[in-house]
């Protein structure tokens, strides 16, 4: 509770400083953008009335209110950053292909000679790998797990989405309002390896952290793999019922690892197995909340998601 607590100071200091760039600013621009903001977020409205309904922590990010000083935060946009209400998910989003020779990973075209030229081979398993919230292609999702497997000399091919353009911190509403679009893109990946004879959906592991596994959810209901493998899937802004939550639907075998329940990560179990490692809350070993860092769930040294205490 001292953590979430913390964590909730933590949001509303950010928001002051965001708000203090903001004064000065023409108020009907401001109208503007909020009324854009609640257009463009509208379908999140029953999630984001639910979860409030249910008292969830974090109002202050999450909340659409055209007076309130959360706004400052949906809508600013970042410098060198996609607008936040963009839809251009093609050129916002990275395949890399991941191999011995390339260790630090080849981007690719969605397309299956560009694949093979990266030296994607169709003979091996394939493992997708999905970074969630405000990450990207840096993440150690990639080292910890992608470089791992091939350490270990899995006979798999490794790829890994990069979707960071769409999903920079603080604009967790925007990030969120992505997944079902960026799951759409990750199934169009799928399902080019299987027209491409490139790949068998049964021998497909989809593995996603945080806003990752809800898109891994995502492309495995339209094209359902043998497995994914959700690490701490995001909690806030889903339901039970949102139709874009990860659930056992999504592949022969849901296995998911919960370890920032009560706080970023979901509660209920989603898959066909679901892990809580010392009960699936904070504080996980080697990872605690930071006084001074004004995020939700780093760690100490201000680099690490609480929830990868545990990859
Ligand atoms: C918006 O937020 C302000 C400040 O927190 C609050 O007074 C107001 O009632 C809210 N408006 C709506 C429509 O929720
Ligand atoms: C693909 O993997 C198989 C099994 O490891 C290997 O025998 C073959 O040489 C690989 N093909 C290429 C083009 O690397």
Redesign the pocket.
Known sequence: MAAKGLALLGVLCTLVHALSGEEGRASDSRAVRAKLTRRHFAHLQPDIDEWNRLGKPTKAVFQQ?A???AEGLLVAVPQNSPSLFGTDYAANIKYYVYNRAQPGGVVVDLDAAALLAAGFNRTLRTTVVIHGYGHDITDKLYDNVARALLDVGAATNVLAVDWGTLCPKPFYLSARSRVAAVGGRVADLLGLLVDADLARLADVHLVGHSLGAHVAGVAGRRHKVARITGLDPAQPLFTQSSSDLLTASSADLVDVVHTCVGSLGFRQPLGHVDFYPNRGRLSQPGCSFAADKLTLGECGGGTTPCSDAVL
Do not use: E, H, K, S
């Open positions: 209110n007076t309130a000083d």
